[in-house]
């Protein structure tokens, strides 16, 4: 069936009618978290007391910006606390021994942000230490949890919070929303919604109920925020208006590269930069991380492809030398291409580490559970995840996922790739205002890929620094030509065709203050 415009306007107004957040007004009270006002009551004794207060986030977004929130709250409140972001080659993830040993000797409260919820031995130790550990976090808990003063979750057991699919940021900003009414001063939390609808989408969270409205406020709130960084990445980017995709697919990968290949506290020091100068500044070295990033990441999904088993129903790739900073990526990638979950590895020191992505119809964590005979360590949630194990064991680890992925039950809600066909004539700036009206896109909210049959095929050819992407130019009766852009994939593949069907988005160019239209293609058919 040919979509109309009326059409889609009814499929996408459809999608939010029925959610039950959507506006600010309607979130839920901080209070509906277990161990919330416990973990606040703690935190202002330390304040009372003057006592020293650490906080421990992580080097992804997420972790990135819930240290940003914590940092700037307690600024507000002109109460000096000490902060760090482990660093991956240095420290690994999370809350560990490592990290504890940095802290301040006198340290007697410590708040963990967007981890923690598998520090068992680093638990362990704060209490030996005479710490409070105040865990906030949003991944799947283990079977055991860490023994904590305070555990703030919302999948934990217990917790009445009605929405479990946040990211850490936002669980990051209820525990300050929860401290601010406990000491009972006036800040307006919903200044931080800015920095925080980039947790939300950097983290693929679901943008639907509450992630949809947080999101939906805070790029409004992008466009004329206070904030230096963010002013830097607007005027980057020359656009009238920020949406998803912007922060999705420009400012999130210059954040995470940081943590990739480097230090993720440069990223920190982006975020919370007192000026356009060193906001410019630091925004300059992440462009130049990421580019870096980008060459490393390409490399290595090209070796990967190489050792791709196509008969496995589970992808496991490994390579010793490979870079742990970029796994994350290449397993998306590589799930994206062969549509099964993936896992890409390399070693440090006498251990395999690696990431794992899935396209959601099938539970990673889970899986991982089933598989735990024979791993170190695991963690994350149903769509991404990391592991650990013995360099011995990766035969064993790859054979467990193959077998035990025929005992789990695929997510059949997962919708198809497009909404339906349309014809290239219907592509015009009505249709694009149709769909910008139900921004922000994501995960369970897709932006909506349509089927174009049969499109004339005028030019191809490869753009991009390592001429990694392609360009179609597509013959239309309403102009000349038609651009559309396929990324990550060079153009000898295509160079011969005539005529081609594929699935495809809308996208905007703007260059020069000249605005055009154009297509980003999910896969050639």
Not at 306 to 314: P, Q, Y
Request: aromatic share 8%; glycine share 6%; proline share 3%.
């Amino acid at each position: 069936m040919v979509l109309s415009k009326d059409k889609l306007y009814q499929i996408l107004s459809s999608r939010v009618l029925t959610d039950s957040y959507n506006s600010l007004k309607t979130l839920p009270s901080p209070a509906l978290f277990k161990d919330i006002q416990k973990g606040a009551k703690r935190v202002v004794e330390a304040i009372t007391k003057g006592e020293k207060i650490a906080v421990v986030g992580d080097y992804d977004v997420d972790g990135i910006v819930s240290t940003a929130i914590m940092v700037e709250f307690f600024d507000i409140l002109q109460y000096p606390i000490s902060y760090i972001i482990p660093n991956r080659f240095v420290h690994g993830y999370g809350l560990s021994a490592k990290i504890i040993d940095q802290l301040d000797s006198d340290t007697k409260v410590v708040i963990t942000v967007d981890n923690g919820i598998s520090a068992i031995e680093a638990a362990r130790i704060c209490k030996n230490r005479g710490i409070d550990l105040i865990i906030t976090d949003h991944h799947t808990p283990p079977q055991i949890l860490p023994v904590a003063y305070a555990i703030i979750n919302p999948k934990q057991d217990e917790c009445t919070f009605p929405y479990q699919h946040i990211c850490g940021a936002q669980v990051a900003w209820y525990f300050c929303a929860a401290l601010k009414s406990e000491l009972g001063v006036e800040i307006n939390m919903a200044d931080f919604l800015d920095i925080l609808s980039i947790a939300i989408i950097a983290d693929i969270m679901p943008m639907r109920g509450l992630n949809f409205a947080m999101t939906k406020k805070g790029l409004e709130y992008i466009a004329r925020s206070k904030r230096v960084a963010l002013q830097e990445f607007v005027s980057m980017c020359n656009k009238t208006k920020i949406n998803g995709e912007d922060i999705g697919f420009l400012l999130a990968p210059l954040l995470n590269s940081a943590g990739r290949l480097d230090d993720p506290k440069l990223s920190l020091d982006f975020l919370l930069s007192k000026n356009r100068f060193e906001a410019n500044q630091n925004l300059y070295k992440l462009i130049d991380l990421n580019n870096q990033r980008k060459e490393l990441q390409l490399q290595i999904y090209q070796e990967a492809l190489d050792l791709v088993d196509i008969k496995d129903d589970v992808i496991v790739v490994y390579h010793p030398l490979w870079n742990e900073g970029i796994l994350g990526i290449v397993a998306s990638k590589l799930c994206d291409k062969f549509k099964k979950p993936s896992f890409v590895l390399t070693k440090k020191e006498d251990t395999i580490k690696g990431s794992a992505r899935s396209s959601g119809m099938i539970d990673l964590y889970e899986l991982l559970r089933l598989s735990s005979d024979t791993l170190e360590g695991f963690g994350g949630h149903k769509s991404a995840a990391g592991v650990s194990l013995k360099v011995e064991n990766l035969g064993k680890f790859k054979q467990a996922l193959n077998q035990n992925i025929s005992n789990l039950v695929p997510d059949t809600d997962i919708k198809s790739d497009y909404l339906g066909e349309l014809l290239l004539d219907e592509v015009d700036f009505e249709l694009f205002e149709i769909i910008e009206q139900f921004e922000p896109y994501g995960l369970e909210n897709e932006k909506p890929h349509f089927l174009f049959k049969d499109v004339k095929i005028q030019k191809v050819q490869s753009i991009g620094k390592n001429k990694e992407h392609t360009k179609f130019l597509l013959n239309s009766t309403k102009s000349d030509t038609f651009e559309a852009l396929l990324f990550g994939e060079n153009a000898t593949n295509y160079c011969e065709m005539d005529y081609c069907s594929f699935i495809a988005t809308l996208g905007l160019n703007e260059f020069r203050g000249n605005i055009s239209l154009n297509l980003h293609i999910k896969e050639i058919l």
